[in-house]
């Protein structure tokens, strides 16, 4: 994991100087509502329906077993003692006060922390796959390249002002695409060209919200070395030409969609001409000294445990249902990749106490060298394990609540906060996921249908990301009073898909129900093979109207 | 007329008028015996008349192209560009542009929505003044515009990213 060298921590320490002094003069009325609401943003503080949020960067979702004690401690000394995992690899704690928030700021600058640019029409927190670094598909480990672009967009004078937030995923798996990368402004599969030189297929325009859709190809390849240069090339584009007159038509996808993805890449091509060779281009030696930080911890050399393993499995059905489903293939032999689920029925998808964080910070150093990863499904993952220890591993997390074996399950719902505290929403979100979870709390049938993904934002925003989950709920307003409209068929992976709309909304009560007809529907006519989606997309969505409407 | 700031954080005496835009129909009003800067297109258009007079400068409004200018940027005494909203951050690719691109190297000067907390990425991006909103205090410019002793991009300050600097 990325270690901050002085330069890093110099700036650090800048940055929550300066933000104390913002904040500061936002306390003695000097600067306005307007002029102080990009700077707290661009620290990710906003203000939401009960209180001021502060979301917290991950970047690329890693953390070390420090920075999670300092997360407890200060959602402790400054908040209600819980925290939440957002669905961008981020951390939001819900309570915070304003004048805290530079102590907080300091405090996280300690630990190698920040809340940078997490909010704001500005780069966001680069996010990649959760298994980087520890899965055997991948050409390249991504987070090299996360840590580039985070070091480039970090306080960059040009774009700070963009028209619309801006968000950059970069992926490395050829098989799968776990950072969506496909639904992102700027979107980066990593690949090799036919003379077996890396480099990155350039898709932007993605997104979700109010106009969803799935990143054209800009460019097939662009060289590793390239990187800084192009993207730089892409933000002006967009910064000089990007609408600025309405905020919904102001993402990047618009303007792509406006100058056609030919149009848009000729631009950004010509703008590249002029910069490519500049000094901004990337060296091998700079990627290097990335690279050096991303190194393998020091494995054992190890034999997978198949035999041990088969015989616990055997002797305890809890432990077998979940190393099937929350436990994943390591590149190294003897190493197991474990999810831990945040997703336990009655708390709100990815809330974690004071105390749970304590307890992941020890699990990381008991069982995975010191680390962890949090998701965008908002579970957190320990990428080195042991196979020889996943028995007791798991005994020690399922009375944590980590333990529930329904990863990628139907209950494994993102969800975005919605009504409960953000001030967008158009409808709460926990409660119909909580009641949804309460609904299929048989996990015997969870595992008999499969992979599933439901996704449930409080409004068109789509934190949540409802278009990509292959069942999408979205909160609507209708005269006052909080709908839900389903959508079926959304997928985030390299097939990336919008969903398609059921048909008319349903009120909070009746979800659970409609979630079940059309699970039903799913059981009735799917082959034996066959996934949610996969019968979705043969059978088409008029079978699950004319069940659900019926 | 209000002091202006320079990139060190001094503030200086400012010297220079921004003719607006005649209404349709109405001739370009410059006032004599004054410094002025007129919208870009027009010195352009009246090119002849400007070049070799150090008394008369352009802007560009934020969206305006710069690349009217590139021909002709180093016959300008003085080019600024306009911020109508402090959010609109277009004026920082221009800015750019000229010195980066064009290469602009009389003054390069921020008007319009110009507040302290952005003199940063200005300076940064090739302004070397800056016309401060006259209700914001001119003497608190010197701290904004240092808060950080470096940055990790290259740009017009320096054009040595972080990551070439860190390998000498
Ligand atoms: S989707 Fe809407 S309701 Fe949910 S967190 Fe985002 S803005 Fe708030």
Redesign the pocket.
Known sequence: MYVYDEHDRQMAVERVAQFRDQTERALAGELAEDEFLPLRLQNGLYVQRLAPMLRICVPYGMLRSVQLRRLARITRDYDKGYAHFTTRQNIQLNWPNLEDVPDILAELAEVEMHSNQTSGNCIRNTTTDQFSGVQSDELTDPRPYCEIIRQWSTFHPEFAYLPRKFKVAVNASEKTDRAAIQVHDIGLQIVRNEAGELGFRVHVGGGLGRTPMVAPVIREFLPELDLLTYLESVLRVYNRYGRRDNKFKARIKILVKALTPEGFAEKVEAEWAHIKDSPSRLTPEAIDRIKSYFTEPAYAILDNATELLAQQRFENRGFDQWLKYNVDVHKKPGYAIVSLTMKKTGTPPGDVTDRQLEQIADLADEYSFGEVRVTHEQNVVLADVRQDRLLELWQEIVPMGFGTANLNMLTDIIC????D??????AK?IPVADAIQRRFDNLEFLYDLGEIDLNI????????HHHVGNIGVL?VDKKGEEFYQVSLGGASQHDATIGKILGPSFARDDMPDVIAKIIDVYVNKRTEEESFLDTYRRVGIDPFKERVYA | MPDIIFRDGSIRQNQWNVVQRPENGEALDIPTQQRVLIPADLWVENRERFIGNDDVGAWLDSHDEPEILADYVNDLPMIAVNFPKFSDGRGYSSARLLRERFGFKNELRAIGDVLLDQLQFMKRCGFDTYELRPDKDIRKAARCLNFFSQGYQAATDTDLPLFRRRAS
Do not use: D
């Open positions: 975005c906060p919605g009504g505290f953000c001030a967008l929403a158009n979100s934002s409080g409004c068109m925003n789509a934190c949540g909160g």
